[in-house]
């Protein structure tokens, strides 16, 4: 039972630069969400999704774009990549927040040079 | 709007010591409350829950009840370990409507010494 699943680890861009960090869950949740945690800032919510075919923003979805083609992936990309972007991103997924609370990968961290 | 206030660490104690994590949370409605725990390294991990008012969740030693009157979901252990720390995160989701978003308190860095 992989759970969520992350990739890279660690990534070093340089300015300008666009990438995509990969999260896929075999949980079979319909809900998926992309955080950034910065310090002394807690986690922020980028963009999230509620089932296939359905994405919508969260607090900070600017720099960043998704798509959720299947239950099962749920990518973050980059456009063009800025300093300010520097920090660790997490994928997490849940049935419901409401009663099971979110599973969480490993997180992304993210230098932007 | 939702939100989630904790009180400030970092936090160092002692083996066998104390520990309490002050939350409270502005929301509308009755939301559902959650601690999350961050061990160094890895990403966050469910510690407890409680989705009505009294409600207490418990798990691995710690406890957490829901004051609706107080607004607050304080988390507390009552023996720490070097292996509790961590950073801890108090998070909440209103409903109704399915709200499914998660609120995050900003973290507190627990520090558990030997």
């Known amino acids: 039972n992989a759970g969520v699943t992350q990739t890279p680890k660690f990534q070093v861009l340089k300015t300008g630069q666009s990438m995509t960090l990969q999260c896929a869950q075999d949980?079979?949740?319909?809900?998926m969400s992309w955080y950034r945690q910065d310090p002394g800032m807690g986690l922020r919510l980028i963009h999230y999704?509620?089932?296939?075919?359905?994405?919508d923003q969260g607090e900070v979805p600017n720099g960043y774009n998704v798509s959720r083609s299947t239950t099962e992936d749920f990518p973050l990309r980059l456009l063009s990549a800025a300093p300010s972007q520097t920090s660790v991103y997490f994928c997490?997924?849940?049935?419901?927040?409401?009663?099971?609370?979110?599973?969480f990968g490993s997180g992304t961290r993210l230098t932007v040079v | 709007g939702n939100s989630v206030t904790q009180m400030e660490g970092p936090v160092t104690l002692s083996e066998e010591a104390f520990l309490t994590i002050n939350c409270t949370y502005t929301a509308t409605g009755y939301p559902s409350l959650f601690w999350y725990v961050q061990y160094p390294g890895e990403g966050l991990q469910l510690l407890l829950k409680a989705t009505k008012a009294d409600d207490k969740g418990s798990n691995k030693g710690f406890e957490a009840t829901y004051r609706k009157e107080t607004t607050s979901f304080h988390l507390e252990k009552g023996s720490v370990q070097v292996s509790d720390s961590a950073v801890y995160f108090c998070?909440?989701?209103?409903?109704?409507?399915?709200?499914?978003?998660?609120?995050f308190g900003a973290g507190t860095t627990v520090t558990v010494r030997a």
């Open positions: 999704s509620v089932g296939a075919g359905i994405t």
């Open positions: 997490a997924s849940s049935y419901s927040s409401q009663n099971y609370g979110y599973t």
């Open positions: 998070a909440l989701s209103r409903p109704p409507n399915n709200d499914y978003k998660l609120s």
């Open positions: 949980m079979n949740h319909e809900y």
